[in-house]
């Protein structure tokens, strides 16, 4: 039986959920940014070895992933199900990042053995993390909008730290001899912000919906109705495609502004991308709030595909933009990105709430922390695909490690840039057309759900 303690979920319980938004921005697009350009720019590391190196871990997360949903989901203290792992993880997390960084100087085969071993711990130690955290947040209210709100919190402090991450190639050039030197310094401030505002959440919320009789869910049989559900499947092949072709795109931007607009210069190419993302960074928080709005009054998946619009138009407006005649004009594609994209990644973290609630009407069973693990898998393997598409794509282009600026390999990867990611943001708007669940359907699941759950409280009564 689960009671649902409110509806109206308070501001202040919205923000303290949110600021671990900013810890997991670090983990997962911290690392992105600076992989390629710390060991491949840096260390002279072949880009596709490392892409295939990144994408190993992958294997391990096939089986932590849902281990640590089903165990979760299990666990019954009064701590809650998720907010002792939110906390172990965030520590766990803060301790491992700065050894990200510090590779020992041997052969291109001994880093990359190094390399592989401290992600895979990494990957464990960001599963017990990041699957409980995001569970954590299908949970607190059961509400369609309320999700949207809460979630919404979560991306005002990962915008805060996307603001930065965008920043962090200069300031590892800024804070070293070079930017090997200078990560070994970045990466101990963002272990210290990893660890100060992961472990808020796991310190001061409450699971606001409490499972009290639920029977201990099953992990194959729970790993079985996610893959049974087409609303899930649909989501996260839409999720996959956006997330690989636009993150496998967006790390050409760096190489773009070294290779292709500014001739080879790589401080002004680092200060460039700061700039530009950060303000494409601006437009996402007014995404985000246009977006919250146009879901409350359209829906969530009317919502999604307007922001996926938006993102493609700001895709194809880059052949214009990326010019050296002109650096700065790459900012205005960076707006109209920004602007749809973060409505996209708020509205799949919310959509994935109202799937929770679709799975409890055909099996009986709350089962957050497996859902919250399938898509944190996912999730895992579009980037997996990213740095190995990244590295073939670089290798597409022309490019050659240690290699002098040459425009014709810069204007290949403009191009390559423009049509991967206009490309796959168009396929994922339209599998998102065939979306089921809208504002109809899950309000329909949620009232036959709560009528459920009343009957339940009454029937020993009587």
Same mark, same amino acid.
């Given at each position: 039986?689960?009671?649902?303690?409110?509806?109206?979920?308070?501001?202040?319980?919205?923000?303290?959920?949110?600021?671990?938004?900013?810890?997991?921005?670090?983990?997962?697009?911290? *690392?992105?940014?600076?992989? #390629?350009?710390?060991?491949?720019?840096?260390?002279?590391? %072949?880009?596709?070895?490392?892409?295939?190196?990144?994408?190993?871990?992958?294997?391990?997360?096939?089986?932590?992933?849902?281990?640590?949903?089903?165990?979760?989901?299990?666990?019954?203290?009064?701590?809650?199900?998720?907010?002792?792992?939110?906390?172990?993880?965030?520590?766990?997390?803060?301790?491992?990042?700065?050894?990200?960084?510090?590779?020992? %100087?041997?052969?291109?085969?001994?880093?990359?053995?190094?390399?592989?071993?401290?992600?895979?711990?990494?990957?464990?130690?960001?599963?017990?993390?990041?699957?409980?955290?995001?569970?954590?947040?299908?949970?607190?209210?059961?509400?369609?909008?309320?999700?949207?709100?809460?979630?919404?919190?979560?991306?005002?402090?990962?915008?805060?730290?996307?603001?930065?991450?965008? &920043?962090?190639?200069?300031?590892?050039?800024?804070?070293?001899?070079?930017?090997?030197?200078?990560?070994?310094?970045?990466? &101990?401030?963002?272990?210290?912000?990893?660890?100060? !505002?992961? *472990?808020?959440?796991?310190?001061?919320?409450?699971?606001?919906?409490?499972?009290?009789?639920?029977?201990?869910?099953?992990?194959?049989?729970?790993?079985?109705?996610?893959?049974?559900?087409?609303? !899930?499947?649909?989501?996260?092949?839409?999720?996959?495609? *956006?997330?690989?072709?636009?993150?496998?795109?967006?790390?050409?931007?760096?190489?773009?502004?070294?290779?292709? *607009?500014?001739?080879?210069?790589? %401080?002004?190419?680092?200060?460039?991308?700061?700039?530009?993302?950060?303000?494409?960074?601006?437009?996402?928080?007014?995404?985000?709030?246009?977006?919250?709005?146009?879901?409350?009054?359209?829906?969530?998946?009317?919502?999604?595909?307007?922001?996926?619009?938006?993102?493609?138009?700001?895709?194809?407006?880059?052949? !214009?933009?990326?010019?050296?005649?002109?650096?700065? @004009?790459?900012?205005?594609?960076?707006?109209? #990105?920004?602007?749809?994209?973060?409505?996209? &990644?708020?509205?799949?973290?919310?959509?994935?709430?109202?799937?929770?609630?679709?799975?409890?009407?055909?099996?009986?069973?709350?089962?957050?922390?497996?859902?919250?693990?399938?898509?944190?898998?996912?999730?895992?393997?579009?980037?997996? !695909?990213?740095?190995?598409?990244?590295?073939?794509?670089?290798? #597409?282009?022309?490019?050659?490690?240690?290699?002098?600026?040459?425009?014709?390999?810069?204007?290949?990867?403009?191009?390559?840039?423009?049509?991967?990611?206009?490309?796959?943001?168009?396929?994922? @708007?339209?599998?998102?057309?065939?979306?089921?669940?809208?504002?109809?359907?899950?309000?329909?699941?949620?009232?036959?759900?709560?009528?459920?759950?009343?009957?339940?409280?009454?029937?020993?009564?009587?």
């Amino acid at each position: 039986m689960t009671k649902h303690l409110i509806e109206r979920v308070k501001t202040s319980t919205c923000a303290l959920y949110g600021t671990a938004g900013l810890a997991d921005t670090f983990l997962s697009f911290g *690392i992105t940014t600076l992989i #390629m350009p710390i060991y491949n720019i840096g260390l002279g590391i %072949d880009a596709v070895l490392l892409g295939w190196a990144l994408a190993i871990p992958r294997v391990i997360d096939a089986i932590t992933d849902p281990l640590m949903g089903n165990i979760s989901d299990n666990t019954r203290s009064r701590f809650g199900r998720r907010r002792q792992y939110v906390f172990a993880g965030a520590v766990l997390c803060a301790i491992l990042f700065p050894f990200i960084w510090t590779p020992p %100087d041997a052969s291109q085969n001994v880093v990359l053995a190094y390399f592989i071993g401290i992600m895979c711990l990494h990957s464990i130690f960001y599963t017990i993390f990041n699957v409980p955290y995001t569970a954590l947040g299908y949970e607190i209210t059961p509400n369609y909008d309320e999700r949207t709100r809460i979630y919404a919190w979560r991306f005002y402090f990962a915008t805060m730290a996307g603001a930065t991450t965008h &920043w962090l190639y200069k300031l590892c050039l800024m804070a070293g001899e070079d930017e090997v030197a200078g990560v070994r310094v970045v990466s &101990w401030i963002i272990a210290a912000i990893v660890l100060g !505002f992961g *472990i808020i959440p796991a310190l001061f919320t409450r699971e606001q919906e409490v499972v009290q009789d639920q029977e201990k869910v099953n992990l194959f049989k729970a790993v079985g109705s996610t893959l049974r559900n087409r609303p !899930f499947i649909l989501l996260m092949t839409a999720y996959t495609i *956006i997330v690989t072709t636009y993150f496998s795109a967006g790390a050409l931007i760096l190489y773009i502004n070294i290779f292709h *607009i500014f001739g080879g210069d790589k %401080d002004a190419a680092g200060t460039m991308t700061g700039l530009s993302g950060s303000l494409g960074v601006v437009a996402a928080f007014v995404g985000m709030l246009v977006m919250k709005k146009v879901s409350e009054a359209t829906g969530k998946k009317t919502a999604m595909i307007i922001s996926l619009g938006i993102a493609i138009l700001g895709g194809l407006s880059a052949w !214009f933009t990326l010019t050296p005649n002109m650096p700065y @004009l790459q900012i205005l594609s960076s707006l109209i #990105m920004g602007m749809g994209s973060m409505g996209c &990644w708020l509205l799949v973290s919310s959509i994935l709430g109202d799937v929770c609630d679709d799975d409890e009407l055909n099996t009986g069973l709350r089962q957050e922390g497996v859902y919250s693990a399938a898509s944190g898998f996912v999730n895992k393997i579009a980037f997996a !695909f990213t740095a190995i598409t990244t590295g073939y794509i670089l290798k #597409m282009s022309g490019y050659v490690e240690g290699m002098d600026p040459d425009p014709e390999v810069g204007l290949k990867m403009k191009v390559i840039f423009i049509s991967v990611q206009s490309l796959g943001l168009l396929v994922g @708007l339209l599998v998102m057309v065939l979306f089921p669940i809208g504002r109809t359907r899950a309000e329909e699941t949620r009232r036959i759900l709560d009528e459920r759950k009343k009957a339940d409280t009454a029937s020993p009564q009587s």
